[in-house]
C-alpha cells in the first residue's frame, strides 16, 4: 500500500521560493536594464559648480534666458548666433494653432478627463493638420517641433476650456512662452505678473531636462523624428500617471490649514514613508532655485500658509535623512502660481516636450539602436520552467 503524500512544510516551499526568486535575478539575461548605460550625453551634466545644459549653468540660463530660448540651446547641437536665436524664439511665440479644424472633437470629450492625457491627444492633432511637408532632413525635424511647442499652449487653452483663441495679438508677441503656458493653465484670466511669468520660466527651465526616466528612454528609442519622438514620449508619461502624483501633492498641501495639521497627519502615518517628493540622495542645484523662486511669491495669506505647510513637512522628512525633491518643489511652486492641481502633470509635460526632443535628436546622431534583445520562453525551456 502506498503510503500517503505528506505535504511540504509551508517554511520550506517559502525558502525554496526565495532561492528560485535570487537565482533567477542574478541571471545576466534576466535582470532587466535598470544599470544598463545607455549612451552618453552632453545635454545635461553636474560639475561641481552645479547643474549645467550643454555645458552652461542652470542658474546662468534662468537669470538671462526664455525658455524658448534654452530650447534653442538643446535643440541644436551647434551654437547660433543671436539673430537666429532671435527669431526661433520669436517663431515659438507667434506660432498659432487658431485655424487647426479641432473644436468639434474637443466638444467630445468626456467631463473629468485627466487634463494630462489631452497632451499626447493635442500632440497628435498637431501632427495631423500641420500644413507643412514632411521630410527627412534635420532642420524639417527641428522645425516641426518649433511648431509643435508653438502651437500646443493655443490648442491645449482650447481643450480645457472650450476657448477658441483668438488670432495672435500684440499682446500675444509680447507675452513670453512661460506667460503663455502659465495663463493657459490658469482658470483666471489676468495675465500674469512679471514676478510669476519669471517663476513660470524658472520652473519650464529646470523641469525640461530631467535625469533618464521612461519617457526619455522612449524618446531615445524613437529616435528617427523628433515630432514622433515628443508623441510617443508624451503617452508614456501620461501612462506612468495614472496615480498623479503632482495632484496628490498639491492637494494635500492645500487641504492642510496650518503647520500644526500637517504634522499631525505626518504623525498618524507611523512608519510609512512620503510616497512622493523625496529622497535620500542629495539633490541637484535646480530643487533650490525653485525653492528661491517660490520665495518670491508670497505675497498672500493663502500663499504663505501654503509655503508653511511644505516648510513643516520638508522639516519633519529631514529629520528621517530625506530631502525634498525637484518635482516636490516644483509642485510648491505651481501651487502658489495658482496652477489647479489637476493640471500641474501638464505643466511639467510641457517642459518636458524641449528635453524628449532632444534626446531623440542626440540619440539619433550616434546612430546605435536602443531595441534590447528578448530571451522567448519557447526557445529555452529552462527559462519558461523557472518562471
Known amino acids: 500500500m502506498n503510503k500517503p503524500e505528506i505535504p511540504e512544510n509551508p517554511v520550506i516551499s517559502g525558502l525554496k521560493r526565495l532561492v528560485a526568486d535570487v537565482t533567477r535575478a542574478t541571471d545576466p539575461a534576466l535582470a532587466g536594464l535598470s544599470n544598463t548605460v545607455c549612451g552618453v550625453t ?3 551634466g553636474f560639475p561641481s559648480h552645479g547643474v549645467c545644459y550643454r555645458g552652461i549653468p542652470v542658474a546662468t540660463l534662468i537669470q538671462r534666458w526664455q525658455f524658448e530660448d534654452v530650447t534653442s540651446l538643446l535643440l541644436h547641437e551647434d551654437r547660433i548666433s543671436p539673430e537666429e536665436l532671435a527669431d526661433w524664439g520669436a517663431a515659438l511665440r507667434e506660432t498659432s494653432a487658431a485655424d487647426l479644424p479641432a473644436a468639434e472633437l474637443f466638444s467630445l470629450i468626456p467631463p473629468g478627463s485627466r ?7 493635442c500632440i497628435s492633432l498637431i501632427r495631423l493638420f500641420d500644413s507643412d511637408p ?3 532632413s534635420a532642420d524639417d525635424g527641428l522645425r516641426a517641433v518649433q511648431r509643435l511647442l508653438g502651437m500646443l499652449p493655443d490648442l491645449l487653452e482650447r481643450a480645457i476650456d472650450g476657448r477658441s483663441p483668438p488670432a495672435c495679438g500684440l499682446d500675444d508677441l509680447r507675452m513670453s512662452y512661460a506667460a503663455k503656458v502659465l495663463h493657459t493653465l490658469r482658470t483666471e484670466e489676468t495675465l500674469p505678473t512679471p514676478e ?3 517663476a513660470m520660466n524658472a520652473l519650464l527651465i529646470c523641469q525640461c531636462l530631467p535625469r ?6 522612449v524618446a531615445r528609442v524613437v529616435s528617427s523624428s523628433p515630432a514622433a519622438a515628443i508623441h510617443a514620449a508624451a503617452a508614456a508619461y501620461c501612462a506612468q500617471l495614472q496615480n498623479d502624483p503632482f495632484q496628490w501633492c498639491s492637494e494635500l498641501l492645500l487641504r492642510m ?8 497627519w505626518w504623525k498618524s502615518r507611523g512608519s510609512r514613508s512620503m510616497p ?5 540622495h542629495v539633490p541637484d542645484d535646480r530643487v533650490q532655485i525653485i525653492a ?3 520665495n518670491r511669491l508670497l505675497g498672500s495669506a493663502d500663499r504663505i500658509r501654503a509655503a508653511a505647510v511644505s516648510a513643516r513637512f520638508e522639516k519633519l522628512l529631514q529629520t528621517e535623512h530625506q530631502l525634498p525633491t525637484l518635482d516636490w518643489v516644483s509642485a510648491r511652486l505651481m501651487i502658489l502660481l495658482g496652477i489647479p492641481p489637476e493640471r500641474q502633470s501638464l505643466a511639467i509635460g510641457i517642459a518636458r516636450l524641449t528635453g524628449w526632443a532632444a534626446q531623440a535628436v542626440e540619440q539619433n546622431k550616434t546612430g546605435v539602436s536602443l531595441v534590447p534583445a528578448l530571451r522567448y520562453a519557447s526557445e529555452f525551456p529552462d527559462v519558461q520552467e523557472a518562471t
Do not use: H, I, N
Open 115 to 121: 487634463p494630462c492625457d489631452l497632451l499626447p491627444l
Open 212 to 217: 533618464m526616466r521612461g519617457a526619455c528612454f
Open 257 to 264: 490649514q496650518s503647520p500644526e495639521e500637517a504634522e499631525q
Open 276 to 280: 512622493f517628493g523625496f529622497t535620500s
Open 134 to 136: 514632411v521630410t527627412q
Open 196 to 198: 510669476e511669468e519669471w
Open 42 to 44: 552632453e545635454l545635461l
Open 292 to 294: 528661491d523662486a517660490c
